[in-house]
């Protein structure tokens, strides 16, 4: 079945191509043949966006980026942030166990998910509401009217400030008549079943409302759990005994997910000029670990030094242990699942919205509340054990952590513009937002003791425990001045200041007393105040109805913060952790058409920015230290081709596409960490650095982590009417990237280890329709070519030359049911 979804896939493909052929000149249409065309249903049909918080028709607006339908979402089976990758090729998204819990790249700007407390440089915005950080990929994608991506910074439309782009997404809204929908699904790769949901109305003459929810659950494998039954050992620094514990082979499957969410929705409207909207979403994702998606992608010729059984190599295969069962049952956090892996997930958000259009004003108001927890156990070393003889210095023990994080954040956000016919109108606003992180983790570490002495028996076995919190206030307010010079011409310029207050504590304690006599527990922190301005500005011009025109001057700002889920050594300092705010500055330009009496779209952006203070996160793998930088400075420049063509001669047929080029460099990093077993003849060298004496490397020159120079993609949707009023749609969806770094560390000597290879992905759907599309049956398969994709990497903790990655899902095949009344 595969195979014969791949070949269509092919098939169509070279079709989309022939094509495309033909198409050598663009000839504008005028502006009756194009309302002409949207009436007859043919040709193209517009996309409207909210990207400067107003509906507004994509082609009209100095905006770059990709916007996926809630069609294509359908088409395509996207229940995930990550999924949404095939749609905008210079997206990349990594989930990932610990830290933040995401690596989010864009136009090869992203941050490593090792920090809890860095923020994206991407950030994700959902119902209008700002999520920090990467768990934001644990909220379920569903039930959405449209995900836009935009690229670049983002200083006035979206809550807090952003440096490379926002991924926007708005979901469905009430429908003025009843509807509804059930859609049941079964994919076979991973033995998942899944039903979804949404019943929506009117309740009276002015208040609709919609209720929507999804489940699914894994029974089968996307990666191959490889353990084998063994015993740790334990050394008890309290009597000098050598404790044996049992190790069983886990007969489990990853990523084993399990995923819940429901939303209710309330919308009201009269004949007034107000309307609200009141969205509430609980949110449910449990997996069978974190680090679910982690393989150790190289390793020495003789396999992984500390455990040369492991897995090694580019295949869907990991090692996650569970903890001893005795050892599992003296802390709760480990004790969760009786000591097996686990990642579990759950978050609530409240987001109203209240409009009102006036005359002369429109007015926008967005409180929001979001509240996440995060509980996982792991296996960080990715081995069934080490070789080494128990004894005082340590037992034969595998490495885990078991943490607990939270975050409350609740913000408002209120804009009016006004609606003058004159020449001048403008934008004012005001954002607010509190905020509270906490963290919890115990881990051994693996030192392999015990303290059966220990007043606490949760701290038994737990090497280092952490308890860290960050109370973080945003206040800011901006304006835009929006000037129509003629009604082609219109120049705009928009100004932000933000002030920003963080307090931050990370209390480190090694409850082990023979480790606590060489690292002392510690207490660090830091009170930080951050201020900024982000000016930009933008010249719009309409060269004709169907053509327009920009240029930009954009800046954008990042928090600075304290890295509360670092580690403390005897040579941390205090202010070690802290790390200052990022900043990007630089300018955009583009063309938007729109041709060949509505039949094509193309459009054209291109970009150069300059940023500074880039935020990097670093794991020495070797010495299990963490390091927050600022890397000095980097520069990415390039553009993006986007075209989407329905011709009028194949009703029915679309076919989209794009091609990018993206070249990203840092200009300047003196004091780039080294990675584990890089040597003199690669750079590496040892001396002062800010953070003491250390190996350093110089990256000047050299490319940041998820940067491809290329990326291109290839859509074809046809829809086909059959007789009797049913309907088949063929879809087909294509991605190529070229190499890019997985590491934000690399130079030249390491590109086999820290690098993805070029590859191409392929998605394809089948979908037959009944009469009045009443009910669907599709066939939808994803990753076809079964490609192995790293999204980020690092070395392997406690080893010097293997290497573990982050990589994307393999094949996956399901067959959906879909019945709506």
Request: overall charge neutral; aromatic content about 10%; proline content about 5%.
């Amino acid at each position: 079945m595969a195979f014969l979804l791949h070949r269509a896939a092919t098939r169509i493909a070279l079709i989309s191509a022939t094509a495309l052929m033909p198409v050598h000149t663009a000839i504008a249409q005028s502006a009756s043949e194009a309302d002409e065309g949207a009436a007859q249903g043919t040709g193209l049909e517009q996309i409207i966006v909210t990207a400067r918080k107003q509906e507004e028709n994509l082609q009209n607006i100095p905006v770059a980026e990709t916007v996926i339908s809630a069609k294509q979402l359908d088409t395509y089976g996207v229940t995930s942030i990550e999924k949404l990758t095939n749609m905008a090729p210079q997206l990349i998204v990594g989930r990932a166990g610990a830290g933040n819990g995401a690596s989010i790249g864009l136009r090869g700007v992203s941050v490593a998910n090792s920090s809890i407390s860095i923020e994206q440089s991407v950030a994700t915005v959902i119902d209008g509401v700002y999520y920090s950080g990467g768990r934001s990929l644990n909220e379920g994608l569903f039930d959405l009217r449209q995900a836009e991506v935009l690229k670049g910074p983002q200083s006035l439309f979206y809550g807090k400030n952003t440096t490379a782009g926002v991924i926007s997404l708005n979901t469905a809204n009430p429908t003025s008549t009843f509807t509804g929908q059930v859609k049941a699904s079964y994919e076979f790769n991973a033995r998942e079943p899944a039903l979804e949901a949404f019943i929506a109305g009117p309740i009276s003459d002015v208040l609709g409302f919609r209720l929507a929810g999804r489940y699914s659950k894994q029974f089968g494998s996307l990666f191959q759990n490889v353990t084998i039954a063994h015993t740790d050992y334990t050394y008890d620094s309290a009597t000098g005994a050598v404790n044996p514990h049992l190790v069983p082979a886990i007969d489990g499957d990853m990523p084993a997910e399990e995923k819940g969410i429901v939303r209710g929705t309330l919308h009201f409207e009269n004949d007034s000029p107000f309307k609200a909207t009141a969205k509430v979403t609980y949110n449910s994702y449990s997996s069978a670990s974190p680090n679910n998606n982690i393989i150790i992608s190289s390793c020495p010729a003789t396999g992984v030094p500390s455990d040369p059984s492991a897995p090694c190599g580019r295949n869907f295969k990991l090692v996650q242990n569970a903890v001893p069962a005795d050892i599992a049952a003296t802390n709760a956090m480990i004790g969760r699942h009786g000591g097996d892996p686990y990642n579990d997930y759950r978050s609530i958000s409240a987001i109203t919205q209240f409009e009102y259009s006036g005359d002369q004003v429109d007015i926008n108001v967005v409180p929001g509340y979001i509240h996440w927890t995060n509980r996982f156990l792991a296996d960080f070393d990715h081995v069934n054990f080490y070789p080494l003889a128990p004894n005082a210095l340590g037992g034969q023990q595998g490495s885990w952590t078991a943490e607990k994080s939270q975050m409350d954040a609740f913000s408002v956000e209120a804009r009016a513009q006004t609606k003058f016919d004159g020449m001048l109108n403008f934008m004012v606003g005001g954002y607010y937002q509190k905020s509270k992180l906490d963290f919890n983790q115990d881990t051994n570490a693996p030192t392999g003791y015990e303290n059966s002495a220990a007043t606490d028996p949760a701290s038994r076995y737990a090497s280092v425990r952490k308890r860290s919190h960050t109370n973080g206030e945003t206040l800011s307010a901006f304006g835009q001045v929006m000037i129509d010079i003629t009604p082609e011409l219109n120049i705009t310029g928009g100004l932000r200041y933000t002030h920003e207050t963080k307090k931050s504590q990370f209390d480190q304690y090694y409850t082990n007393p023979t480790i606590r006599a060489t690292y002392p527990q510690s207490v660090i922190g830091a009170d930080q105040t951050f201020n900024n301005w982000s000016p930009e500005a933008t010249v719009t011009y309409k060269v004709s109805p169907h053509v327009t025109t920009y240029a930009s001057y954009k800046t954008g700002y990042k928090s600075g913060g304290y890295s509360v889920s670092g580690l403390i050594t005897r040579n941390t300092k205090n202010d070690d952790p802290a790390f200052l705010p990022e900043k990007a500055k630089g300018f955009e330009a583009g063309i938007k058409s729109t041709l060949f009496d509505n039949q094509l779209r193309l459009n054209l952006d291109l970009f150069t920015y300059k940023y500074t203070n880039l935020q990097v996160d670093f794991l020495d793998g070797a010495l299990l230290q963490f390091f927050t930088l600022n890397a000095a400075s980097m520069r990415t420049k390039g553009g993006e081709l986007q075209f989407e063509f329905a011709p009028r001669a194949a009703e029915g047929l679309t076919l989209r596409g794009s091609i990018g080029h993206i070249d990203a460099k840092y200009l300047s990093f003196p004091f780039a960490p080294c990675l584990s077993a890089q040597t003199a003849a690669q750079g590496c060298v040892f001396g002062p650095t800010p953070l003491g004496n250390r190996s350093y490397q110089d990256l000047a020159g050299k490319t940041p982590q998820q940067a491809p120079k290329w990326t291109a993609s290839l859509g074809v949707d046809y829809d086909i009417a059959m007789s009797g009023d049913m309907g088949l749609q063929l879809g087909v969806n294509t991605r190529y990237s070229s190499k890019y770094a997985t590491n934000p560390f690399v130079n030249d000597a390491q590109q086999g280890q820290f690098y993805q290879p070029s590859y191409v992905m392929i998605d394809a759907a089948v979908r037959l329709k009944g009469p009045d599309s009443r009910w669907e049956l599709a066939l939808i398969g994803r990753n076809l070519t079964n490609k192995i994709v790293a999204t980020t990497a690092s070395n392997v903790p406690f080893t010097a030359a293997s290497v573990r990655s982050a990589v994307l899902d393999p094949r996956t095949i399901a067959l959906e049911a879909v019945f709506n009344f």
